[in-house]
């Protein structure tokens, strides 16, 4: 090991993991370091909606690779591990073996932070028992826990974004009663209204009692949660799941001196650099550049933080590689609503100070004789006078996600909806009609524009 | 109506009445007539093999609008008529009224040439009762009829292409014994062998007996048809489908001297104009552009007909448009398999002389702990050295063909393996790995260039 480079990750998750699995393959000779908090590495966040909704059995599927498998690859990855501190001068990081509380110091030549996201915690009353959160393997195994031991028959989920839609599926899966309260007029506030009010009726239809303009206050139990206050009414509940916005957990980067930028999360350049010589930092932890307006910005998904991942580890193992920024592409079903966007939405157009035109349409997802056709809404937004593409969303029980990524890669090539409109789009009547939802979407957009 | 221009459409289906509907929007004056040879306009021939399925019920669930719509919106439209000849210099057309057989002259200001493909009849025999093409609204009710009052037990279709396989799944779906011939070694020529071999093993599968490397010599029969003669041998068969390829019906053209471009298909330039005054051609029987290689091709398809069709219209109503291209976008159903392609297969590429590397991979159409994950086959071509993208095949049981869509777009914009491979798809777990297969196979790709 003596004169073998270190690489120190914080953080064993999709950005601290596809780094250290990545830079393994690209210098045999580095020493990798993986200290993760929690006593799993390399889930699945986004697979915790369905641990508790019981569509994953159990919790080991979520799991891609245990301690032991990326130490047979070379990666040693110590589980309860926090890193409580960074020594940027020094090179060293001051770490907590969370079982036995003791500390130690670690040399880094090159620390990657990827720390991820923390909840932000909103209201009194959370700590109380049966209140959760859901980022962690143990958050979803003590939601599951506390379904099962404490039979509880009334939830109320906090946060009508994604995490919070998938939650109030999986616990109407589960045969809960669900009580959503969202602190905005609409749920799911990177959809504009028109979209959000599907995703609404969806609740509504599968009897999700819904309270939208409705802050929470507190939650209130005794020595248990028993009820959620909140827009000035008592909701009775026992258990209360809160899903609220992720800001960075950026505590490491302010005590080390490592300079934030965009959101809170740490400023770094598209190779994943940060503002101090080798400090790295990936995933929602990390700023990102967005390509509709080339701003850093803070957009904590999978997606983004594993290609971050790859690319710090790139660049860490000295070949030089550019992040290519996001386009803002997400999806998420609700019970049978499948939603997606990428882009800017029309508020997020307007907020960005660009004049934006949009075009709504709806329009079947298969040939209007083909048998299981559905309603597909489709939503785009284009820059008035020059045509170009910003963003879209839909909505429908089918075809929603990769039509969605369609736009995500006219919106990486800049095309304009007219060169949308044009495009040699596949057709069968079992896929789509002889003109595909977003051609329809693209002429109307362009009469907009 | 003196004093009008007249534009003269020939052919009533795909080309022809999107142009014809578009005209009528954008000149209000303009004077429209469309002959129409057979007795259904602006039906879906696509639609066809589920109507013999009976997935569709009736026949009129495939026709769009009648004539009694079109006339409504001031598109005379007259069926059974067949165009027998042009006279550019005069700007006449003689048409035939095939039920009274009366022959008249009409004039034109200007004529759209939209008279579609014909199947090559490539085998004595073809005249036989029993034997059918799958071109016409009267095809399938042909079919259907024939299945139904004769009871066929086994049938043999002749050609592997979409049409043999769709109608494969129709006739199995039908209680049929089914035999499917191909000439080539392998099924769906417009895709490579690693994809057409999963197609066959799909077929196999459902119980179709598939014949590779067959010539059909002959259809026999006595007053009606009992056997195909196919590679040497004799295959029973009460019911007989001729699915081979199709060819520009040009003969109107050829007659008129209108001069003959890619595949005999009528010479045009991206308004749509062929090479005599006045005179357009669309859809089937016209030639395209070609964006991965940008020569004239021949790529008889029904959303390139369509597409056509309108900039025709446009430019006829004195709104200059271009045709954007193709880029070879197609894709099938065939019984569980659903199969895309877009640009060029790795045989194309060679055709066309491009050094072309290729990528297949074989990825999970959701995350791997969220039920009901299916193979999905990626395959991506790439020119070897620039790492310019050339084309996907993508074969799987769901979310193929709007994957084939997103790699379209990709081709519209001209992009590289290396920016496919960064595009920021959407990613949840019901629709997407977080890796979704076509940025791993861009990434396999990527290291082949």
């Known amino acids: 090991m003596s004169g073998s480079r270190r690489l120190v990750v914080v953080g064993g998750v999709a ?3 596809s780094a250290a699995a990545r830079a393994r393959r690209m210098d045999a000779d580095l020493d990798i370091l993986v200290f993760e908090r929690t006593g799993f590495c390399s889930y699945s966040a986004c697979g ?8 994953v059995p159990h919790h080991t599927a979520l799991v891609a690779r245990t301690p032991e498998d990326l130490g047979s690859e070379g990666i040693d990855v110590r589980l309860h591990h926090q ?3 960074v020594d940027v001068a020094a090179g060293r990081v001051r770490v907590r073996d969370l079982r036995t509380s003791r500390e130690r110091e670690e040399p880094y030549d090159e620390l990657l932070l990827a720390t991820g996201g923390r909840a932000r915690l909103p209201f009194p009353g959370m700590d109380l028992p049966g209140v959760f959160l859901v980022r962690t393997v143990e958050d979803g195994l003590a939601i599951r826990e506390w379904i099962e031991v404490e039979r509880p028959e009334r939830a109320v989920i906090v946060g009508g974004g994604y995490i919070g839609l998938e939650m109030a599926e999986a616990l109407r899966t589960r045969g809960l009663e669900v009580t959503l309260v969202e602190l905005l007029p609409h749920v799911l506030p990177l959809v504009d209204e028109e979209l959000a009010e599907d995703v609404e009726a969806e609740l509504v239809r ?3 009692d819904l309270r939208r303009s409705c802050p929470v206050e507190r939650v209130e139990g005794n020595g248990r949660v028993g009820r959620v206050v909140a827009g000035g009414e008592a909701i009775d509940a026992t258990l209360v799941v809160v899903g609220v916005g992720v800001s960075p957990d950026n505590s490491l980067a302010v005590g080390a001196g490592v300079p934030l930028g965009a959101g809170g999360a740490v400023a770094v350049d598209d190779g994943m650099r940060a503002r101090v010589p080798n400090v790295w930092a990936a995933g929602d932890c990390a700023e990102t550049r ?7 910005s803070y957009v904590p998904l999978g997606t983004v933080a594993s290609k971050q991942g790859r ?5 860490i193992a000295g070949r030089a590689e550019s992040f290519a920024g996001v386009v803002g592409t997400a999806a998420v079903k609700v019970f049978d609503l499948h939603v997606g966007r990428t882009g800017l939405s029309e508020r997020e157009a307007a907020q960005a100070g660009i004049d934006a035109a949009a075009a709504t349409v709806v329009h079947r997802s298969r040939a209007h004789y083909y048998p299981g056709w559905t309603p597909l809404k489709v939503k785009l937004v284009a820059e008035r006078g020059t045509g170009r593409l910003l963003g879209a969303q839909l909505a429908g029980t089918e075809g929603v996600a990769k039509r969605v990524d369609v736009v995500a890669a006219a919106l990486h090539a800049g095309a304009t909806v007219d060169e949308l409109g044009s ?7 079992p896929f789509a009609p002889v003109w595909d939802p977003l051609l329809i979407a693209a002429r109307q957009a362009q009469r907009q524009v």
Chains 1, 2 share one sequence.
């Open 290 to 296: 967005h390509r509709l307006h080339d701003r850093r």
């Open 15 to 17: 950005a601290g993991l």
């Open 206 to 208: 599968v009897g999700v």
């Open 423 to 429: 495009f040699d789009l596949s057709y069968a009547p």
């Open 83 to 85: 890193v409580e501190g």
């Open 311 to 315: 690319v710090a580890a790139a660049n």
């Open 48 to 55: 915790l909606p369905y641990l508790v909704a019981g569509v």
